[in-house]
């Protein structure tokens, strides 16, 4: 069996999801606690994720922000609060979108398939990879921290139109659908989008697994 | 010889492409059986699927770094002013009874 076996964080994403809609539909019917409870948890979300994005604090801070207004702006066009991670995050997107447009203009850069392969030596099942041992991860609290700073680091070098679509789907937890709606593209882009992400930062953490194993990091273009 | 070697790396090549789809169960089914075949004969393929699903897994565990500031005062009495104002748009009805105290600063 090769199948991916997320169930553990699949399970967690569920929950926290439940408890935000639950959130939502307080909110909108009024609630008095609902509306801290809202501003503290979506804060620190778009904040994070803006982060992630733009890169800067400030600029973080400032997105979240009008995020943050925006959501309460419109929250009278939520029909339905099932829909709140999604609904929030398309918000989240276009602020973004605005401070970049404000900000610095980047042609959107694409990454290549070919370049993300790894280099193999040898035929067919008989064939070795020149990649890291992946099994050697590093199980210590410190060295996982230095693994989770490289990840965080591979994340924040992506191009945008890769970078949101990684935010989207694997660390905010949207659906191919959601994500496919928040960023106005098709499905099939968000597949194609985020499987070359991870490959770009999987090769990120390759050279670092590579070069802490006493071995030759690639020259990287 | 040749030409079975050339056969097994385009298929690699072809499965290199869809991997993340395979990690996430979004391929169709016959697909799906497809690639667990080309793996149950291929060491490296394995090798490399096993390294990016740790990696999709380090970045689902990626924590929370950086915190936002203290939202001023300021800025949430406006929040709350635009929530007022949605829910009245919502027409959800305010007694003035639990809302009012939410409204003070």
Known sequence: MFGYNGSGWRALTTEAREREIELARRLIAGEPEAFERFVELFRTKLFQYSLLVCGHHEDAEEVAQDALFKVFEKLDQLREPERIRPWVFRIARNACLMKRRRSVFAPAEELSLDELMPVGAGDGGQRKLEIADWSALPEDQALRAEVQRVVRQAISELPDIYKTVLLLRDIEGLSTTEAAEVLEVSEEVVKTRLHRARLAVRQKLDWYLRSAQGGRTPARG | ?105
């Open chain 2, 1 to 105: 010889m040749e030409n079975n070697s050339h056969q097994h790396a385009a298929e690699c090549r072809r499965i290199f492409a869809l991997l993340s789809e395979y990690l996430d169960a979004e391929l169709p089914g016959d697909t799906c059986e497809e690639i667990t075949a080309h793996l149950q004969g291929c060491p490296p393929c394995v090798e490399f699927l096993e390294s990016l699903r740790k990696t999709v897994e380090l970045c689902r565990a990626i924590q929370a770094g950086e915190q936002p500031g203290p939202l001023s005062q300021a800025v949430r009495r406006q929040l709350r002013a635009l929530y007022q104002k949605a829910l009245a748009a919502r027409g959800a009805g305010h007694d003035g009874s639990g809302d009012s105290a939410m409204m003070k600063s």
